[in-house]
């Protein structure tokens, strides 16, 4: 690591005040490694140093070419250092290979598809008449705070990295305590890669102390926070004060509404996928299953039956189909609401509690839990639990399903599974979800905007829009 984790005006860096923070690995709670932890001095010296970097005025106001080929570069080594990657990915969150892998493949072509992005980007010529030359060109912002959580550590890291450098700015980057390593491997490479000192800066530590002071600095221009809800909007109104552009990914509470005519088999291969991927701590997981009432009695049971032969284990280990939870913490979090459901009259179907198996007892387990008979008062529908729980509910009619998915305050994702094509496409559209799944649940491209509706974000990442939200639009009005 040489000198240490910290990585300001273009040196690797340990904490000012000593600090370190132990790295765990959810799968046996055993101390990976230990890495710097920032204060707030460290994150000033940091946005100074992004702040220079954008007013030298190089890397912002370098051609559009220069930052695709950087970022072209760093897509390259990316997949040079896959293998590598992923397994640190695995190591930190406890996710399977197998999606680690994936993961890096995604933040690779993150990387291409926004460098491809700026180097097209010409602006707008406005026809306001012949004696007049009308542009809508786009700057950068200027530096940009980008704060990501434990969940994809680096997929959402890259979401932010790579169109904040395509639209020329500079940032500080924060990743989750729980989760640093793959965003120290990423800055490594951005730097390999050949951005100049001061562009790219990580801070490593708590969101209370390292986040807060970030966020809260006058020197920053841009806040893009992906997390949970509570903490956005403590984020929001400390914005406000600036004020600061500010984009936000929160959480969600994601319905997958199957019709009768579904699929069947394709339909539960999926729900399970859905909400167990990554042991459902994923902010699209399709938590809520909202079942018509021909094929509810037979899909919960297939569906139980599935989700208690899903094999954990060791995310290294071939054949481990889902990981632990990403800390005693949270595990606990879990628990707490698993508690909530039983209480509050939710059908135990399968789960609900810590495996059996001694071979799992150190790690972080739970096992995929299945709650039917649920209906939308019950607090274990309505908020995000973050792990291997899905609610059933079911509907009669299309309008019933239509009312039950969108009955959330969040507002980010949602599946139909249905063999009618005209239905799928009037629910997808009567969805107030920023994604929605038809017949298929969890596939996105960069290509294309997400991000929620309602109390799931404001704003978008990826696409073209996720490029805009890191760029000033200015008009140039010339009379001729
Ligand atoms: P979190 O809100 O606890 O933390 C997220 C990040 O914010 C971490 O880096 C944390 O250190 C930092 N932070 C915490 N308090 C802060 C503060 N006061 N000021 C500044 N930064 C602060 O969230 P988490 O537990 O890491 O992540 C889980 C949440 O993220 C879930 O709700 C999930 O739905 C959401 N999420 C959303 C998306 C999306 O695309 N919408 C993607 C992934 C995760």
Known sequence: MGEGELYIDGLWARASAGGRREVVNPYDASVVTTVAEADAGDVDRAVRAARR??????????????????LRRVHDLLLRDREEIARTETLDTGKTLAEARIDVEDVANTFRYFGELAGKDGGRVVDVGPDV??????EPIGVCALIAPWNYPLLQASWKVAPALAAGNTFVLKPSEVTPLTTIAMIRLIEEAGAPPGVANLVLGSGATVGAALTGHPGVDLVSFTGGLATGRSIMAEAAGGPKNIALELGGKNPNVVFADADFDAAVDNALNAAFLHSGQVCSAGSRLIVEDALHDRFVDVLARRAGAIRLGDGMADGTESGPLSSAGHREKVERLIAVGREEGARLVTGGGRPADPALGRGFFLEPTVFADCDRSMRIVQEEVFGPVVTVERFGTEDEAVALANDTRYGLAGGVWTSDASRAQRVARRLRHGTVWINDFHPYVPQAEWGGFGESGVGRELGPTGLREYQEAKH?????
């Open 133 to 138: 030359l009308s542009r809508v060109v786009y």
């Open 476 to 480: 140039i009005y010339q009379n001729l």
């Open 53 to 70: 970097a954008f007013d030298d005025g190089e890397w912002a106001g370098s051609p559009t070419r220069r930052r695709a080929d950087l």
